[in-house]
């Protein structure tokens, strides 16, 4: 196994990918980076062995100098988009690559990362059904009625995390939203309208896993709770059983863009029609991505290693269904929101992180809080 791992994130994600490494029994040094300014992380309360490096990135790029003063070939995993650009010609590795990194296509980058062009994309090539997607020049009352999504078209600009997606739902609401992304410095172009599916989180359907040549390592899961209620994050979601036409259209779609990685598709249903649309496509290592790793063995890591495939589990062999991220369920529960206790006490939960854990990360963070520095969620 090569010597180090290189975390490109400090949540969930990466503690998840610490949990693998664990298993796998890696000896080789684990690094997280994190910006100087942020204040404690989670990795730091939940993986102690990581040795979480402070940087000063002025811009993606800075990665690459970065990971070559230290040597060898490290294995970076990414838990979000920040270096994918800069990654995209180490893809893969290899003897002519100083790094070992995944990023799903590197011919293709910009139709993925871009919410527009991805759905624009699947729509004219019939490679799945999506929600109607216009650009901001249009007129969206004419086009959705009274309710729809405005959706920033990426989530990361340089270094920096962009808004997530709003309902809209009145002229003045969307002209407060529209001012406070101006005022962020984004022009009309950086963001979309898009037709509104539904908002019921069990209504929000991912397939997840690993594609590449050859390779097919799908699960398919939902969401049970989210936060915010509307277009949230999954704090809680259950495996479901596989559904034919998802892994259909998944490996489809990820074929035509000849993708090798980690990844999960979004879909979302359409109520009217019954049918599942695609939203959004994460080339990376999601949120939930532990219930995979459970399901195979630790396949994506294993696979981002280069390491050997697991052996098929025993027969009978009870593998989780449920996923839980630990802090939002004691936010939740310090709200009186008992509603996650069942999947915190089924002996089938993944919690992430462990609810002791959670709460020392909460402590924590409101202790730096109140003595003025930032969280580092």
């Keep these: 196994m090569t010597a180090r791992a290189v975390l ?41 062995e990581v040795r979480v490096v402070e940087v000063d990135f002025q811009a ?51 139709t993925i990362l871009d919410r527009q062009l991805f759905c624009h994309f699947l729509a004219s090539r019939r490679l799945a059904e999506t929600p109607r997607t216009i650009p901001s020049s249009e007129d969206p009352w004419r086009a959705f009625g009274d309710r729809f999504l405005l959706r920033v078209r990426r989530s990361w600009q340089g270094l920096a995390k962009l808004p997530r997606a709003r309902v809209v739902g009145s002229r003045a609401e969307l002209a407060a939203l529209e001012r406070r992304l101006e005022e962020q410095g984004l022009d009309r172009e950086a963001w979309c309208y898009q037709e509104l599916l539904s908002v019921a989180p069990r209504h929000n359907v991912s397939v997840g896993g690993w594609h590449g040549p050859g390779v097919r390592e799908y699960l398919t899961t939902r ?89 098929a589990p025993p027969a009978g062999t009870v593998t989780p ?38 709460l020392r990360w909460v402590v924590c963070s409101l202790t730096a809080r109140r003595g003025g520095v930032a969280d580092g969620g």
């Design 8 to 48: 490109c994130g400090t949540y969930v994600n990466a503690v998840s990918i610490v949990g693998s490494l664990r298993r796998l029994g890696w000896t080789g040094e684990i690094m997280a980076v994190k910006p100087r300014a942020q204040g404690p992380v989670l990795i730091e309360t939940a993986a102690p």
């Design 223 to 311: 969401k049970v709770l989210q936060h915010p209620p509307r277009t949230g994050n999954g704090d809680v979601c259950e495996v479901l059983p596989a559904m034919p036409e998802l892994d259909r259209v998944t490996s489809r779609l990820l074929d035509e863009l000849a993708f090798e990685g980690p990844f999960e598709l979004e879909f979302v249903l359409d109520a009217p029609s019954g049918r599942y649309h695609v939203i959004e496509l994460n080339p990376r290592f999601w949120m939930q991505h532990a219930l995979v790793e459970a399901a195979t063995g630790d396949g994506p890591v294993r696979r981002c290693l280069g390491s050997p495939p697991a052996d």
């Design 321 to 358: 269904r449920y996923w839980v991220n630990g802090i939002y369920a004691l936010y939740r529960l310090m709200r009186g929101d008992v509603r996650v206790l069942p999947y915190l006490l089924s002996r089938r939960t993944v919690c992430v992180p462990r609810l002791p854990l959670a």
């Design 60 to 110: 993606p790029a800075d990665l690459l100098p970065w990971l070559a003063g230290r040597g060898g070939e490290p294995v970076v995993f990414l838990t979000d988009e920040r270096f994918h650009y800069v990654l995209a010609p180490h893809h893969g590795g290899g003897a002519t690559s100083a790094v070992r990194v995944f990023v799903g296509s590197p011919a293709h980058l910009d």
